[in-house]
């Protein structure tokens, strides 16, 4: 069973950072690209950041290019969001995503609060 | 590539017939265009693929269609409604670069 399960959310100060984590099982981390997508209160889906299977490629949207990093951990069938300089309108609950190339398996998510 | 949904809500009753719309700015490629169902407390759940695949375990009373050969008019049926299907529904652009996902805004399906 394919099972995506992110860990690493909870409150945290404007510009502090936080460290997300997605760790996977059920199927072969290593040969899949993997994406976060985000969801704020009330609003629809986004697309943050993508990341290819070996982590030649790379892509982060224009709302957190420069702010957030995206890595993995193939020996640890794990991915990571890094993210720095937060803000209020970073509080959203995030997802860890698989590309197969549609989105097929999702985390049940992580939620992040951006508030002082 | 941006993408539009229509209706915003569509009021319904189970056992009625759900028809979801999704536009495309520009021509999806290959057919890259996916419906998922997302409803509260839950993560998003791929329905359709490849605009008319359904994925594994997802009823056959969903069934995605395209309109025309630009690629550019996407469907969402939903032949005939569940209590369980009363939900948001988005289609999505995949495939992209650097936005590897493009998202509709939704479209609600809540009863009448």
């Known amino acids: 069973e394919v099972q995506l399960v992110e860990s690493g959310g909870g409150l945290v100060q404007p510009g502090g950072s936080l460290r997300l984590s997605c760790v996977t099982s059920?199927?072969?981390?290593?040969?899949?690209?993997m994406n976060w997508v985000r969801q704020a209160p009330g609003k629809g889906l986004e697309w943050l950041s993508y990341?290819?299977?070996?982590?030649?490629?790379?892509y982060y949207a224009d709302s957190v290019q420069g702010r957030f990093t995206i890595s993995r951990d193939n020996a640890k069938n794990s991915l990571y969001l890094q993210m720095s300089s937060l803000r209020a309108d970073d509080t959203a609950m995030y997802y860890c995503?698989?590309?197969?190339?549609?989105?097929?398996?999702w985390g049940q998510g992580t939620l992040v609060t951006v508030s002082s | 590539i941006a993408l539009t949904q229509s209706p915003g809500t569509l009021s319904l009753s189970p056992g009625e017939r759900a028809t979801l719309f999704c536009r495309a700015s520009?021509?999806?490629?290959?057919?890259?265009l996916a419906w998922y169902q997302h409803k509260p407390g839950q993560s998003p759940r791929l329905l359709i693929f490849?605009?008319?695949?359904?994925?594994t375990g997802i009823p056959d009373r969903f069934s995605g269609s395209v309109s025309g050969t630009d690629f550019t008019r996407f469907t969402l049926t939903i032949s005939r409604l569940e209590p369980e299907d009363f939900a948001l529904y988005y289609c999505?652009?995949?495939?992209?670069?650097?936005?590897?996902?493009?998202f509709g805004p939704g479209t609600r399906v809540d009863f009448k």
């Open positions: 520009q021509s999806v490629g290959s057919g890259y």
């Open positions: 490849g605009a008319s695949n359904r994925a």
């Open positions: 059920g199927f072969t981390f290593s040969r899949n690209d």
């Open positions: 995503v698989r590309e197969v190339p549609q989105a097929d398996y």
């Open positions: 990341i290819s299977s070996g982590s030649e490629t790379i």
């Open positions: 999505q652009h995949y495939g992209g670069s650097p936005s590897r996902f493009t």
